[in-house]
Protein backbone atom coordinates (compact mmCIF):
# COMPACT_ATOMS: atom_id res chain seq x y z
CA UNK A 1 0.00 0.00 0.00
CA UNK A 2 1.16 3.29 -0.85
CA UNK A 3 2.08 5.18 2.62
CA UNK A 4 0.89 8.34 0.91
CA UNK A 5 -2.58 7.51 0.05
CA UNK A 6 -5.53 8.64 1.79
CA UNK A 7 -6.24 5.39 2.60
CA UNK A 8 -3.04 4.61 4.43
CA UNK A 9 -3.53 7.98 6.24
CA UNK A 10 -6.91 7.11 7.02
CA UNK A 11 -6.29 3.62 8.69
CA UNK A 12 -3.17 5.06 10.55
CA UNK A 13 -4.91 7.82 12.47
CA UNK A 14 -7.80 5.56 12.96
CA UNK A 15 -5.72 2.67 14.35
CA UNK A 16 -4.09 6.01 16.41
CA UNK A 17 -7.80 6.79 17.93
CA UNK A 18 -8.54 3.40 18.47
CA UNK A 19 -5.55 2.80 21.08
CA UNK A 20 -6.60 5.98 22.91
CA UNK A 21 -10.33 5.42 22.92
CA UNK A 22 -9.27 1.91 24.57
CA UNK A 23 -7.11 3.91 27.33
CA UNK A 24 -9.87 5.77 27.85
CA UNK A 25 -12.70 2.65 28.56
CA UNK A 26 -10.05 1.40 30.28
CA UNK A 27 -10.02 3.80 32.66
CA UNK A 28 -13.68 2.43 33.68
CA UNK A 29 -14.70 1.12 36.52
CA UNK A 30 -17.85 -1.40 36.60
CA UNK A 31 -19.22 0.40 39.27
CA UNK A 32 -19.16 3.66 37.66
CA UNK A 33 -20.95 2.64 34.21
CA UNK A 34 -24.18 3.92 35.67
CA UNK A 35 -22.53 7.45 36.29
CA UNK A 36 -24.40 10.16 34.80
CA UNK A 37 -24.25 13.86 35.66
CA UNK A 38 -27.75 14.60 35.03
CA UNK A 39 -30.67 12.82 34.64
CA UNK A 40 -31.03 13.72 31.05
CA UNK A 41 -27.54 12.47 30.15
CA UNK A 42 -26.32 9.05 28.98
CA UNK A 43 -24.77 6.58 31.26
CA UNK A 44 -21.03 5.93 30.92
CA UNK A 45 -21.89 2.45 29.77
CA UNK A 46 -24.21 3.98 27.35
CA UNK A 47 -21.23 6.11 25.79
CA UNK A 48 -18.79 2.98 25.96
CA UNK A 49 -21.59 1.19 23.92
CA UNK A 50 -21.34 4.18 21.40
CA UNK A 51 -18.17 3.83 20.85
CA UNK A 52 -18.63 0.47 19.58
CA UNK A 53 -21.91 1.64 17.16
CA UNK A 54 -18.95 3.62 15.72
CA UNK A 55 -16.87 1.55 14.59
CA UNK A 56 -20.12 -0.85 13.20
CA UNK A 57 -21.01 2.10 11.40
CA UNK A 58 -17.92 2.69 9.65
CA UNK A 59 -17.65 -0.95 9.02
CA UNK A 60 -21.68 -1.28 6.82
CA UNK A 61 -20.37 1.94 4.94
CA UNK A 62 -17.89 -0.37 2.90
CA UNK A 63 -21.20 -2.67 1.87
CA UNK A 64 -23.17 -0.42 0.05
CA UNK A 65 -23.40 2.45 -2.59
CA UNK A 66 -26.50 4.63 -0.28
CA UNK A 67 -25.71 4.42 3.13
CA UNK A 68 -28.83 4.65 5.73
CA UNK A 69 -27.15 5.93 8.54
CA UNK A 70 -30.14 6.48 10.26
CA UNK A 71 -30.92 3.39 11.06
CA UNK A 72 -28.04 0.89 12.18
CA UNK A 73 -28.96 -2.24 13.08
CA UNK A 74 -29.57 -2.52 17.00
CA UNK A 75 -26.36 -3.70 19.05
CA UNK A 76 -27.35 -6.70 21.71
CA UNK A 77 -27.69 -5.87 25.15
CA UNK A 78 -25.05 -3.68 26.55
CA UNK A 79 -22.57 -6.07 28.66
CA UNK A 80 -22.50 -6.02 32.51
CA UNK A 81 -18.72 -4.80 32.56
CA UNK A 82 -16.84 -2.82 30.56
CA UNK A 83 -13.77 -5.14 30.02
CA UNK A 84 -17.08 -6.94 27.53
CA UNK A 85 -17.65 -3.66 26.29
CA UNK A 86 -13.77 -2.82 25.59
CA UNK A 87 -13.59 -6.23 23.90
CA UNK A 88 -16.63 -5.68 21.49
CA UNK A 89 -14.86 -2.13 20.42
CA UNK A 90 -11.43 -3.88 19.58
CA UNK A 91 -13.36 -6.93 17.68
CA UNK A 92 -15.66 -4.21 16.30
CA UNK A 93 -12.85 -2.09 15.17
CA UNK A 94 -10.50 -4.89 13.60
CA UNK A 95 -13.29 -5.89 11.80
CA UNK A 96 -14.26 -2.57 10.28
CA UNK A 97 -10.33 -2.10 9.87
CA UNK A 98 -10.27 -5.14 7.49
CA UNK A 99 -13.20 -4.03 5.78
CA UNK A 100 -12.00 -0.41 4.48
CA UNK A 101 -8.46 -1.65 3.90
CA UNK A 102 -9.76 -3.61 1.74
CA UNK A 103 -10.97 -1.43 -0.72
CA UNK A 104 -8.65 0.17 -3.31
CA UNK A 105 -7.73 3.43 -3.05
CA UNK A 106 -10.06 4.03 -5.92
CA UNK A 107 -13.42 2.51 -4.02
CA UNK A 108 -12.47 4.63 -0.79
CA UNK A 109 -11.81 7.96 -2.40
CA UNK A 110 -15.21 8.89 -4.45
CA UNK A 111 -18.21 10.37 -3.50
CA UNK A 112 -20.92 8.69 -1.61
CA UNK A 113 -24.44 8.86 -0.58
CA UNK A 114 -25.41 8.29 3.18
CA UNK A 115 -28.52 9.25 4.45
CA UNK A 116 -28.83 10.92 7.68
CA UNK A 117 -31.24 12.78 10.47
CA UNK A 118 -31.80 16.62 8.91
CA UNK A 119 -29.76 15.78 5.55
CA UNK A 120 -31.30 17.70 2.36
CA UNK A 121 -35.37 17.43 2.82
CA UNK A 122 -37.18 15.04 2.40
CA UNK A 123 -34.65 12.45 1.49
CA UNK A 124 -31.93 13.07 3.97
CA UNK A 125 -29.62 12.32 1.71
CA UNK A 126 -25.95 13.78 2.35
CA UNK A 127 -23.13 13.13 -0.69
CA UNK A 128 -20.00 13.24 1.19
CA UNK A 129 -16.19 11.53 0.27
CA UNK A 130 -16.11 7.91 1.46
CA UNK A 131 -13.37 8.90 4.40
CA UNK A 132 -16.10 11.76 5.40
CA UNK A 133 -18.71 8.90 6.05
CA UNK A 134 -16.62 6.48 7.91
CA UNK A 135 -14.29 9.01 9.93
CA UNK A 136 -13.39 7.38 13.14
CA UNK A 137 -15.21 8.43 16.43
CA UNK A 138 -11.93 10.29 17.18
CA UNK A 139 -11.68 12.78 14.50
CA UNK A 140 -15.59 13.31 14.37
CA UNK A 141 -16.53 16.97 15.93
CA UNK A 142 -13.12 17.49 17.58
CA UNK A 143 -12.08 14.79 20.45
CA UNK A 144 -15.03 12.55 19.58
CA UNK A 145 -18.60 12.96 22.00
CA UNK A 146 -18.87 9.69 23.53
CA UNK A 147 -15.29 9.47 23.97
CA UNK A 148 -14.83 13.27 25.20
CA UNK A 149 -17.89 12.70 27.41
CA UNK A 150 -16.80 9.84 29.00
CA UNK A 151 -13.54 11.43 30.10
CA UNK A 152 -15.46 14.01 31.73
CA UNK A 153 -17.49 11.42 34.10
CA UNK A 154 -14.66 9.79 34.91
CA UNK A 155 -13.71 13.12 36.50
CA UNK A 156 -16.86 13.07 38.45
CA UNK A 157 -16.20 9.45 39.76
CA UNK A 158 -12.84 9.77 40.78
CA UNK A 159 -11.24 7.85 37.81
CA UNK A 160 -7.97 8.70 36.33
CA UNK A 161 -8.21 10.60 32.70
CA UNK A 162 -5.84 8.89 30.58
CA UNK A 163 -3.74 11.32 27.56
CA UNK A 164 -5.83 12.16 24.85
CA UNK A 165 -4.11 14.34 22.29
CA UNK A 166 -1.45 15.27 25.07
CA UNK A 167 -0.90 14.70 29.08
CA UNK A 168 -4.24 15.16 31.29
CA UNK A 169 -4.01 16.34 34.66
CA UNK A 170 -3.82 12.58 35.83
CA UNK A 171 -0.94 11.59 33.47
CA UNK A 172 2.25 13.48 33.80
CA UNK A 173 3.63 15.09 31.13
CA UNK A 174 7.01 12.26 29.72
CA UNK A 175 10.06 12.91 30.22
CA UNK A 176 12.60 13.54 27.12
Known amino acids: MNPASSKHTF???????????????????????????????????????????????IA?????????????????????TMWEIAAAYEATHRHAMQKVDSLTEEDFGPTVTSIV?????????????????????????????PRGQSTIYLRQVGGKVPSIYGPSGDQPVPAY
Open 11 to 57: LRVWDCEFRTTVSVLGSFADAALEAKPDERSRSGRDLACQCVADERV
Open 117 to 145: NGGDAPSGRVRMEHATVARPLGQRDGPGP
Open 60 to 80: SVTEKPVHDLRNVPPWPPAPE
